[in-house]
């Protein structure tokens, strides 16, 4: 079993910054991948970005030269690091953790951008 916890959402302006954690705890065996995905009110869930195997990442084009995933193996967090955000990237986040063929999520949270 697997749990996570997201913090560090909140309300930001646009061109501002913003750094989102994902703590984990649990089961450590077997780890495919770890990331975060973003949904808006009335839209799709979309994956924003993605440690694969703990060594390549990926981007959605959308954040790609903003975000930057990273993760502290010795604290068990992931991190988001969100830089010039922009009003379309108002969502509510989720981090996640694929072991196996399950995956695990967090609660979710709100990142807001808006002047």
């Known amino acids: 079993q697997v749990q996570l916890v997201e913090s560090g959402g909140g309300l930001v302006q646009p061109g501002g910054s913003l750094r989102l954690s994902c703590a984990a705890s649990?089961?450590?065996?077997?780890?495919?991948?770890r990331g975060w995905y973003r949904q808006a009110p009335g839209k799709e869930r979309e994956q924003v970005a993605t440690?694969?195997?703990?060594?390549?990442?990926n981007y959605a084009d959308s954040v790609k030269g903003r975000f930057t995933i990273s993760r502290d193996n010795a604290k068990n967090t992931m991190y988001l690091q969100m830089n010039s955000l922009k009003p379309v990237d108002t969502a509510v986040y989720f981090c996640?953790?694929?072991?196996?063929?399950?995956?695990?999520w967090g609660q979710g949270t709100q990142v807001t951008v808006s002047s």
């Open positions: 996640y953790q694929r072991n196996g063929y399950r995956y695990y």
């Open positions: 649990g089961s450590a065996f077997n780890i495919i991948a």
């Open positions: 440690i694969n195997n703990g060594v390549s990442t």
